[in-house]
């Protein structure tokens, strides 16, 4: 009896074999492994972070030596509760683009941006409260210069919004710190988020967070 098309077609699919990667040869399937082991590890350059723009900044309390050397300690609710805030966060104290560029940046724009509305100007670090009054007083920054040199000394604040830096495999001993960021918030709230990869500076500074402002 004569099989129609689509009876046909059925019956050859059906009767073919199913590839088996088993029955080729150990050098193939050695090669075929590995193209899975490579696409499923592989790593995306995507920058990404927990925290994005539209979300509220989970709380976390941040420290630093005050003008009479007297410890004091901030909450991120207290900086931006109800005012409109710029946070900037730069991998380590004393290394060189952050002393150099990203912190003078900022210093130095203060006045633009208070001008613009902003109450206040923070700039983070996942170093302890000593580091950045030495810091601090490296740089000359005092309390007139209307930015604020915070420690997030265990990194509490950069793990809760997902910007950790692993720098343990180099030699100078970073071990886990912050990306580089800036953000603008208001009443707690993230409008502007400008994430750099790595320690990279090219969109975190201050004239970027003028531009929006």
């Not at 689509?6 to 050859?12: D, G, L, Q, V, Y």
């Not at 005050?66 to 300690?73: G, H, I």
């Not at 724009?109 to 109450?119: I, R």
């Amino acid at each position: 009896m004569a099989l129609s098309a689509a009876t046909a077609t059925a019956t050859i699919a059906m009767s073919r074999p199913r590839f088996n990667p088993s029955t080729l040869s150990r050098p193939y399937n050695q090669t075929l492994t590995l193209r899975r082991a490579a696409r499923r590890f592989s790593v995306s350059t995507k920058i990404t972070a927990i925290i994005s723009v539209g979300d509220k900044l989970p709380d976390a309390t941040l420290s630093y030596f005050d003008e009479s050397d007297e410890l004091q300690t901030v909450t991120i609710s207290d900086l931006t509760k109800n005012k409109k805030a710029i946070l900037f966060a730069v991998p380590g104290a004393f290394t060189p683009t952050c002393s150099q560029k990203h912190v003078p940046g900022f210093i130095e724009k203060a006045g633009e941006l208070k001008e613009k509305g902003v109450d206040s100007i923070a700039c983070i670090s996942v170093n302890d409260a000593f580091v950045m009054k030495a810091w601090k007083k490296d740089l000359g920054v005092d309390d007139e210069s209307g930015v604020l040199l915070l420690s997030d000394g265990n990194g509490d604040l950069t793990k809760a919004i997902g910007v950790e830096l692993d720098l343990s495999d180099k030699p100078v001993g970073l071990g886990v710190r912050s990306r580089r960021y800036s953000m603008l918030v208001e009443d707690g709230v993230v409008k502007v988020l400008n994430l750099e990869e790595g320690g990279a500076f090219t969109s975190s500074g201050a004239d970027d967070i003028l531009k929006v402002l």
